[in-house]
């Protein structure tokens, strides 16, 4: 009987982790499909409210600002790609895909395991330009 009750105890720990986990992604992903920008895992998302036209002209506008460094890069309605280098050679990626008619969802990694306070600038170098 006595292992029937660990047995209980480590599933019900276990069920409790992953409710925790799972809460942190829901909040993560809730807080960029509100509008806002979310942090995770190396990557900044942003919710953009632009058509893709915009979107790509402020995207190559806002990295020019920086003065990074275009590699290669294309998109269309419904998701695009673009390729940067910064004066430190770190490879800076900007992509876009449609989340709803309303809105798009960019992402911005910078380098293998990102930096979050070049992704912010480059985001904020982007918006300025929608």
């Known amino acids: 009987m006595n292992k029937y009750i660990h047995a209980g105890f480590v599933s019900a720990l276990l069920l409790g982790a992953s409710f925790q986990f799972s809460g942190c992604v829901a ?3 809730g807080g960029a499909a509100a509008g806002g920008t979310a942090y995770a895992l190396g990557d900044l998302t942003v919710a953009v409210d632009a058509s893709s ?3 790509e002209q402020a995207i190559r506008n806002g990295a020019r600002d ?3 460094q275009f590699i290669n890069g294309s998109g269309d309605q419904t998701a695009g790609k673009y390729l940067f280098r ?3 050679d770190q490879k800076i990626t900007v992509s876009y895909r449609t989340k709803s008619p309303v ?3 960019m992402s911005i990694r910078v380098g293998t395991f990102g ?3 070049i992704a912010s600038s480059l985001s904020q170098s982007i918006q300025k330009y929608l």
């Open 66 to 68: 920086l003065g990074l």
């Open 53 to 55: 036209e915009q979107l």
């Open 115 to 117: 930096d979050e306070a």
């Open 103 to 105: 809105y798009y969802e």
């Open 27 to 29: 909040i993560v992903a």
């Open 86 to 88: 910064n004066a430190s």
